[in-house]
Structures are given as structure tokens and as C-alpha cells.
């Protein structure tokens, strides 16, 4: 059938023209969503800002900071298990656990350097050593990230059960809720500069040196009492010998103070120039403060003679000895480690989803992840991240104890991959000749003298991070390390064949050998009719608006039906051919299928089938359940039929 | 673009014929549901067998005879409340309910030689009330049915439970493991005859009738002690004073005897020729049989001084005081107690569907329960009576004394329409001429002499039935019959609501006042575009056979991506428009809709517009999780804008 061109009517003011761009007509898009994460952002509004030392230290310094709250406490727990007497090696365990940070530190403040667009694990790996390790790499981070949020969300809800006992049986839901809080605060997008971390970072920092201050000088004076009223002592799996393995253990569990010390690498862009040296110099701050704090909260404990318990954090214990009561500066001490924890929670919101969009763009991810939601923020990545962190903290029940053997794996097998890659990095400079660079996706190489010292203090890095891996996957496998030891790899092999996917699908619809389809010779439609009605006949119209070659097609359940839809059609089906399958078993879709089917195996080059499907649109959407889904159905099992198009005409109620 | 006529390749043989019937070319469809529920059955497989007298009774009685095990119990429940001492009661109310029995049955007797055809309360009310007293009985049958299964499980599973103790912990699972069972053998097609009904039936009763008789004879020999270690008996809301209105309880709950007692009236068409008069003298055995059963059970409950408990049901305790142990005797009776109840809850998958089928071919239920499944049951039916009935369980605890305050107030409704029904009968009869016949759905109206005997009759027993209706609303509105009340007329009005849109519907697509459309006059074609590539090419080559008239809209939300597209759409894009939206919000069908509806506001009458939508479709389904959805949505949306057409152009990858 002819159609007519266009009379003179222009129904839109691009007509004639061969492209032509539009401006969007209307505001921000509106719905209830707005209410709850406020409304949507236009794309130009994405920050520019640059921070200073002072602000970028509030910015990266709350997952690092906070280890502190939960570090001791999980190597006395360890070393509960044979008996008080090995708090004793509390101490030596926290100035190896200091040591090792200050290797990594070091290590660290080569790639702010080397990387001065950002360069987190990720990028590091991908750039200096293949596909496979960035992978590992990636997915140790995601789920470090998932931890981080699980564990910190579980220690501030302890730190607040700790202050506040009667919350003690809600307190999963207390963590929970936490999640829920800073899962909505990053979905509306929370603005990384300000007060927003400046004041409970800096309010943290102050009541807790000051606590280890007053604490200090008590005990010097000699008037700092063992703690009153201990909580019940928490074993893991019951008395144990005191053994190396056990020594080594409670070990594992004190590394986890280095968690978050790789934050200043990830995000050099964010701070004012020169913005390696100022990144580099925050690091180095952070790092001893960390040190100091750690070091200090950890000898005070043992003074006090702190007990683990899930009733009471050795932080609370430590407040309420220095201060003597449970009055305003105890409460400001757990309130200040309960909202540093918060921002380290925040961290992983943060990370997570900047580094899953990461992998989505090289197309390891579904590409979803990719796309910035209406706040601007990569809101599938958030909600991702929210679900999972809550079905942890759920599963563990809000146990840090039980959350650490998983956590600390995944960030000692980035930190050295990430060492490793740099000192790969280190090598290929030392080995080019002078004034070439080579320019890669994150940094650009070229020669530099004393590459020799970079690359042994890399490489030191990377071999102490890969032995404490070991250490780690080893001492708690049987606690929960062996959770990690089999997912990681699971998800590297999902991660490969999602990329698989994208790969092969890019080349089969690339245009590279695109012939031009063959001319069009035959137009086939087929119109399934179960009744002879305004509906179907407006469906018969458009398919005879297709081509002449049309035949409908009626499924046969019901005699009686059958011949009234025959009469009918004499009458309205416009000469038109009707062929009546009979349906013995009842069903619509099977027989119509075998149908398509049959003509689908003698089409020829160039010959098109278009199945034209009436479909009833109902005034009110519950009256959907009042009729069967056929259209639905019938387009879902048709979209596997090669070269079938599936027009669906509606008609309305009313 | 002019459409070639097919040139000589006749792609099937139905070429030249306007209507041609197709047998089916393959035998019945394979599925994983095939192992479930049994291979499909061809239509031409619905059973016409009839029964005798013995087997009838075997077929329908089971739901009226499984009441003996559980309305003793729930009448001693009651009576509980005002010390054992009110147990004397018992017998009295028993005699009670025994007479209603009989007037209840001489009522029924009439219906069944009325309505040969089956005259269920939905058809007698249907046909001589109207419409809103049939939804009413059809609504008040179906929650009877539902409380039926509920009940009958809950019962079964307490007999189960009192002969293995072990099992009390997990009744609640017992009760809904059964309803499974039964629920898979109904959607499997249960056959209604055979040793399926009898062998169970016939054991129950033999058995019954044996603990029945060595009980008298026990008791006339004077041997017959009291109950030994009885159960924690059970009372409902705590002691209570001995009052009328107590009285009124325990004898509502006595009489759910009386459900079941309907069956036959609804199956008449089982029966052999003359089938009234064998359905009429199975329904009084049937009630005859029941009498005597529930009164001497009763009497000998009262001897023994059994208590009502949750731990064991009052039929154990007098199975094992009348066998003297827990031998094979008293485990028989525990066994048939409990096959009669499973056979009491097939009832209700037997009945719920067929009624719920009829109600939705009458267009008061969503249609789709009228269609017969795979293997000639209604299965959604079955599955809906399952799904809700579980429900029930569960919320109730599969406590039988919870459940029974629901129940009887939907079965006595429906006697009561029954009765008030037939009386109007009776009395158009009277007032026919003689030689007049009326015909209506269910039966044949001529004037009989007589008539004033039977509407008196019937007129009685809808009295009685009334009453009983009034008084198990009062006595038991507190311990739950208010959610009937409730619940009933909103479903009533829910279903009328269902019957308006079918009714408007109808009216809307009828063809009567259907004027011919319009000549097409122009038809556009509008091609969503978000990249270049095979998938849309193909989509662009289908658009321009359907109209020279297309254009293409791209939705921007990447600068780089679109000039990218503009560049590649110069090549590729045969010289049709392209449109470019930017989409500051980064979203996608929004500022499509807004487009689409702007041409939609200036559509003459006559002009078509079609939205072509590429379509990917996968190897493999999962990998739909790796690409945003958007063809899915932009028909969902798309649907509800009136006059367009939306056809998708699928992709195949690989």
C-alpha cells in the first residue's frame, strides 16, 4: 500500500532538515523520587573544587582514622582465647602492626606521585601489569569496599549500644538503619568539601588526643584505676592454648588498622596544586596520626586491663576509665568514634561505585554501573553497595569479630598488586631511553634518575603487603577467610565473561563487512485474532496498512467461539485470508508459535514476517489482571524468532 | 512504499483460501511441568462416567461425614470455658444440631429434584434472586470452601499429631505439607471415581462405626473406663461464668456438622439415571449415617469425660480409652479420622475452581479462571484455593479452634439463599399456568401440584438456617467471625467492580455503531536511535519500508557519543533526518515521551505514527542483565499513548 507523502501539513519544525538539535522543552523530570533524594541535577553542574591539606585530611583520613576503633579490640579478642595473660603481647603486636603501615605509607607516597590523576589499585595494576591482576585487583577492592561498609556501620552501632545498653537487642537494625541513612545521604549526593567532614573529623581528633592525653598523665601521676565493672569477656571458638598461630592471628586482626591508608592515592585530583605534593604531605600526616593514636589507645588499654566484649568496645571501657564516669567528655569520645565510623562508611559509598563505573566503562561490569543517576551520582553502584553491606551486616549479625576475617584480605591483595605494578612501573622507567615518554591511560613514563631506590622501596612494600596476605588468608581461614578465598576468584570469572559478552556483541553489530541488506521482496503479515472486535479490526487496518499479504490467524479452544469468529469474519475481515488452527491442549502461544515457525523456515532472502499483535490498554492498571497477557507472552517467545518483527497496535478502553 | 505481491513462491498452502482450518501438526506440548503434573490431555479427554449409589456416597460424603472429628471437639472448646462440669451440655446441643441436620437435608432433597442439573446455592440463587444475592452465595461458597481446606487440613494434621507427639512442633508444617499434596494430585486431575474415593470412605466408616459399637457395648457391660493421663485441655479467652450466650457458642460450633452437607446437591450430574432420585437417597444415607456417628461419638465423648485439647484430639483419647492402648485398632481410627479429612479438603479443590469458573464465565471473576489447564482441571483455581488456604494456615497456626469462628457464617449464607431461592421457586410454580414451562439456566419451571408443601419446606429451613446465620454471626463475632463480615461484602463489591469493566469493555469494542476508519492519510515513523551499528541499521531498513516519512531521534546525553553518531549518520543514515534531544537529566524515555507527544497533540485524523525500537535479543537470558532494558520500558510507556503503534525490530547478537 501507497503512503502518501506528507500534504503540506508540517507537523514539527524539523522537517527538511537532515539533523537538527533540540533543546530539552521542560524542567527537571518530576516524580516521588524527588521528595526523597531531591531533584535531579543537569549534567554541567558536576564539582570542580580543590581542597586544601587541612580540609583533604577530613576528607580521605575517616576509613584510615577509624581503624582505631576497632583494631585493638579485634586483637584482643584473638588473644582472649588463652586467657588474659596474652593481652601482654597487645603492645609488641600494634609496633609491628605501626612498622608495617609505615612501609606501606612510604610505598603509597611513591604512587601519589607517580600518579597524579588518581591512582588507585585499579589503575595501578591495569597500566603496569594486565588484565587479569587489574580484575583481581578491582574485585578486591569492591569487596574491601562492601567490608568497610559492613564493618563500620557495625562498629558505630556497637560504640552507640556501648553508650546507650538498652538498644543492645535492636542492634542490627541499629547498624542497619546507619546504612539506610548514609545509603539515601550519598544517593542525593553528599558534597565532598565543608563542614560536612571538617567538623566530626576534627572534633574526633581533638576528644580522642585528648583522652590519650589525660590518660597519659593520670598514669603518670598514678591515678588511672583498672576499669570498673568489666563486661562479659568475648572468646572466639573458646580457650585455646597461646600458640604462634594464635600470636599470628591476633596479628591479622591488628593489620586491619591499615585499612583506608590507600584513600589519598585514589583521589590526588582532588586536592589543590601541587597536588601531589600536598596529597603526599596529608598521607604522611595521616599516617602518623593514625600511628599515634593506635600506638597509644593500644598501650592505655592494656593499662586499664580493657576486656573484648560484644556488650561494651574497649573505646567505651577506655572513655569511661580516664573520665571517671559516664558524663559528657565519655559520651563525646564515642560520639566522635561513632561519626568517624559513619564517614568511613561513607568512604566505601564513595569508592564503590566511582570504581565500579571504572570497570562498567572497560566493560567488566554491566554497563549500567557506567551512568550517573538524576543526583549526579552513580545511584545503581549506591544501591549495589547498600543491598550487599546489608545482607552482611544481617548474615553477621552487626559482629565485627565475625566481619574481620573476611575484610582484611582484600586490601592486602590490592595494596600489593598495587606495589607490584609500581615497582613494574619503576622498572620499564629505569629501562627507557632518555626523552622518550610513553603515555598511558593514568600517568606518562619517562626516564628518571633513582628509579633503582623507587623500585626496592616499592618492592619491599609489595613483598611485605603479599606476606601479610598470606598470613591473613592463612590465620583465618576457618574464622571466614575462606569466604574470600572462594568468592574473589568467582567473580573475577563473571567479571571475564561479562567482558565476553560485550566483546562479541560489539563485533557482531560492528559495520566493518556491512554489506546492504538485500531489496525487500515479499512482506508477510500475521494477525492473531481471538475475537472480531473495534480492537482487532483497528489491528486488521494497520496490517493492511503493511502490505496486501495478510493473513489472521485464530487459535481454536472453543467450537462454539470458532464459529461466530468465522461468521464475523465474513462479514468484517475485508477478504482477507483467516486460518483457524485447532488447540486440542487449550494453549494459545504453542500452536501459534509452530505457525510462525513453519513460515519462518521457507523465508527467502529479503522476505519480511511482521506479526501485527492487538493489545488492550485498560483504563486502570489492576484491570491488566482481569484479562490473560497474550501480546506479552506472544512478544516475549516472538523476540527469538529471527526475522519476525513484532508490532504491537493498542487499543483503548473507553 | 508499494508492498510486491507475492511472485509465484507460495510460502504455504493456505495461499487462495479466505478461511482454512488447520489440524495440529505436533502432538502435545513438552514442558518441565509435564514430570510435575502429568503429560497435557487433549479436550476431547473430559471425563462422562456416572455412579451408583455406594460409590456417590463414597465420592461426595466425605467433606459432611470428616465433621464428626472435629465439632465435638470444638463444641467441648466452648463449653470448656465454664469448668467440665458444662460438658453435660454437650449431648443436648448435639440433639440440637442433629435436628437442624435433618431439616437442613429434606430441604436439600428438593433442590436435587429440581435442579437435575446441579443446583448449587450460586445457580438456585442465580436463578430465582438475582444477581447481587447470587454474588453474595457465590462469594460466601467460595471463603467456605477456602475454610474448608483450611480446616480440614489443620484437623487432619492435629489427628496426625496426637498419635505421633514427636510431631507437634511442626503441625503447622504437617497441615501445609498435606494442602501441597493435595493441591499437586488436583492439578495432576484427580479421577472422580474408582477406589480413589471408596477404599478410604468405606475404612473410615467401617472402622468408625466399630469404635462406635465396642464402645456401647464397653459401656453397657459397664467397663468402659474414664480417659487415662487426659491432655491439658484447652479453653478459649480463660474461665468464664456458665451463660445463655456461651450456650449459643457451643451450639454454633456444633453446627459445623452441617458442612458438607450441600455436596451432592452440586453433583447430581455424577449420578446414574434416575440420578435424582440416587442422588436423594445418597444425600439422606449420607445424613442419616452422619446423625448417628456425631451422636454417638458424642455420647461417648461425654462418658469418658475426654477434654478438648491442642496436644491430642478428643477422637484419640476415645480411640485409645475404647481399645484400651495405642495398638493397631486405635491407630486405625486415627488414620481413617484423618484420610476422611484429606478427602474433606479434595472437596474443596473440586469445588472452588468449578464454582470460581462459573462466576468468571458469568464475568463477576478475571476470565482467566475459566480456562481449563494442561490437564482439564481450572488450574488457577486450584492454585489460588491453595495459595490463600496456606495462608490461612500459617496465620492461624493450623489451629482448628481459631479457624472454625470464619467458617460456618459462609456456609449457612449460602443454605440460607439456597432455601429462600427454592421457596421463590415453589412459589412462581404455584402461581404458573398449567401447560406453561419456563426455562431457565439450571432448570425447568412447570406448575407442579404440591408446591405449597415444598415452599413451605423450603421456606422453614431457610428460616432456620437464617437464624443460625444471625446467631453464629453474634456468638462468634468477637473470636473472628467479624473478618467475614467484613471481608464478605467487600469482595462482593470487588466482584461487581470486575463485572462493570468486563460490561464496559464489551460495550467499548462493540461493533455495532462501528463506522469504517478513516482513510489513512499519513504515516509517520519515528526510530529511536542510541548508536549506529548493525541492530539499527536493520531497524532504519524495516522504518523505511513501512513510510518514506521517518525520522530518526537521538537522545543525548554525551557530547562525544553524539557527534560520534552525527559523523556516522552521514554515512549510514540514507539521507533520512535525524533529530538530537539533549537530555541535561541523562534520561532517557522522559524527553522521548515529550517529543512523541508533542506530534501525538497534532495528529489529524487519519494519520498513523509508528515508533520502530531496535531490540537486542541475547544468546543467553542473562545477559539481558547487562543492558539497560530500554525497549521494555519505552513500550510500557509507550502503550498508553493513544494512536501510536509500536513495533520492535529484534537484533540478534552472534
Same sequence: chains 1, 2.
Avoid at 589543590?272 to 598521607?283: C, L
Avoid at 461466530?564 to 486460518?579: A, H, M, P, Q, Y
Wanted: glycine share 8%.
Amino acid at each position: 500500500m501507497m503512503e502518501q507523502p506528507p500534504v503540506g501539513d508540517i507537523l514539527d519544525p524539523d522537517e527538511g532538515f537532515l539533523t537538527q538539535n533540540r533543546a530539552p522543552r521542560s524542567g527537571p523530570p518530576r516524580s516521588w523520587r524527588n521528595w526523597f533524594i531531591g531533584r535531579p541535577l543537569p549534567s554541567a553542574d558536576a564539582p570542580h573544587q580543590t581542597v586544601g591539606k587541612a580540609v583533604g585530611l577530613a576528607l580521605f583520613a575517616g576509613d584510615a582514622l577509624s581503624s582505631v576503633a576497632y583494631a585493638p579490640q579485634e586483637t584482643l579478642v584473638v588473644l582472649a582465647a588463652a586467657g588474659t595473660a596474652a593481652f601482654g603481647f597487645t603492645f609488641p603486636i600494634a609496633i609491628a602492626v605501626t612498622i608495617l603501615l609505615a612501609i606501606v605509607s612510604i610505598s603509597y607516597l611513591q604512587t601519589i606521585h607517580a600518579y597524579p590523576g588518581g591512582g588507585g589499585a585499579y589503575i595501578v595494576a591495569r597500566d603496569n601489569l594486565g588484565e587479569i591482576q587489574a580484575q583481581v585487583a578491582g574485585v578486591a577492592l569492591l569487596i574491601d569496599y562492601v567490608l568497610l561498609a559492613a564493618v563500620a556501620v557495625s562498629s558505630a552501632a556497637a560504640q552507640i549500644v556501648s553508650a546507650y545498653p538498652s538498644l543492645l537487642p535492636i542492634r542490627v537494625w541499629v547498624a542497619i538503619g546507619l546504612l539506610i541513612l548514609i545509603l539515601i545521604a550519598n544517593l542525593r549526593g553528599v558534597k565532598e568539601a565543608g563542614a560536612v567532614f571538617v567538623v566530626p573529623t576534627y572534633f574526633f581528633l581533638t576528644t580522642t588526643f585528648l583522652a590519650v592525653l589525660i590518660g597519659f598523665v593520670r598514669y603518670v601521676m598514678g591515678n588511672l584505676s583498672v576499669v570498673t565493672n568489666p563486661p562479659p569477656i568475648e572468646m572466639l571458638h573458646g580457650a585455646q592454648p597461646f600458640t604462634l598461630f594464635l600470636l599470628l592471628k591476633a596479628f591479622a586482626s591488628g593489620t586491619t588498622a591499615l585499612t583506608g591508608i590507600e584513600c589519598i592515592s585514589n583521589g590526588v585530583t582532588a586536592f589543590k596544586e601541587p597536588r601531589s605534593h600536598n596529597a603526599g604531605i596529608t598521607m604522611l600526616w595521616m599516617s602518623a596520626i593514625l600511628g599515634i593514636l593506635y600506638l597509644g589507645i593500644t598501650y592505655l588499654l592494656g593499662i586499664i586491663g580493657a576486656v573484648p566484649s560484644e556488650t561494651e568496645t574497649v573505646i567505651s571501657q577506655l572513655a569511661r576509665t580516664i573520665f571517671g564516669n559516664r558524663g559528657i567528655l565519655y559520651l563525646s569520645i564515642v560520639a566522635g568514634t561513632t561519626i568517624i565510623l559513619v564517614l568511613a562508611t561513607n568512604t566505601a559509598f564513595a569508592g564503590f561505585p566511582r570504581l565500579a563505573a571504572i570497570q562498567a566503562a572497560d566493560g567488566f561490569l554491566p554497563r549500567q554501573l557506567a551512568y550517573r543517576g538524576s543526583r549526579l551520582v552513580y545511584s545503581r553502584g549506591i544501591i549495589a553497595l547498600g543491598a550487599v553491606a546489608s545482607l552482611l551486616v544481617f548474615l553477621f549479625q552487626a559482629s565485627v569479630t565475625a566481619l574481620i576475617p573476611l575484610w582484611a584480605i582484600g586490601v592486602f591483595l590490592s595494596f600489593t598488586l598495587s606495589q607490584i605494578g609500581m615497582a613494574r612501573r619503576w622498572w620499564k622507567i629505569g629501562h627507557l631511553a632518555k626523552g622518550v615518554e610513553i603515555r598511558e591511560q593514568g600517568s606518562t613514563l619517562r626516564y628518571e634518575s633513582g628509579w633503582q631506590t623507587k623500585l626496592i622501596i616499592n618492592g619491599f612494600g609489595a613483598v611485605c603487603t603479599a606476606v601479610v596476605t598470606v598470613v591473613f588468608a592463612v590465620a583465618k581461614f576457618r574464622d571466614g577467610a575462606w569466604i574470600i578465598v572462594l568468592i574473589l576468584p568467582t567473580i573475577v570469572l563473571a567479571l571475564f565473561a561479562i567482558h565476553r559478552h560485550y566483546q562479541e556483541l560489539a563485533r557482531d553489530l560492528s559495520l566493518e563487512k556491512y554489506g546492504e541488506p538485500p531489496p525487500s521482496r515479499r512482506h508477510r503479515v500475521l494477525l492473531p485474532v481471538s475475537g472480531i472486535h473495534r480492537g482487532s479490526l483497528k489491528a486488521l487496518d494497520y496490517a493492511l496498512s503493511l502490505s496486501d499479504d495478510v493473513t489472521a490467524v485464530h487459535i481454536s479452544i472453543d467450537q462454539q467461539q470458532r464459529l461466530e469468529l468465522e461468521e464475523k469474519w465474513k462479514l468484517w475481515g475485508r477478504g482477507i485470508r483467516l486460518v483457524v488452527i485447532e488447540s486440542p491442549y487449550r494453549t494459545f502461544i504453542e500452536p501459534f508459535l509452530e505457525y510462525v515457525n513453519e513460515i519462518g523456515d521457507v523465508l527467502q532472502p529479503g522476505d519480511r514476517v511482521t506479526i501485527v499483535v492487538p493489545q488492550l490498554v485498560p483504563k486502570q492498571w489492576w484491570h491488566n489482571l482481569l484479562h490473560t497477557q497474550t501480546a506479552f507472552w506472544l512478544r516475549f517467545m516472538l523476540l527469538n524468532q529471527r526475522g519476525m518483527v513484532i508490532t504491537e497496535v493498542p487499543y483503548q478502553a473507553g
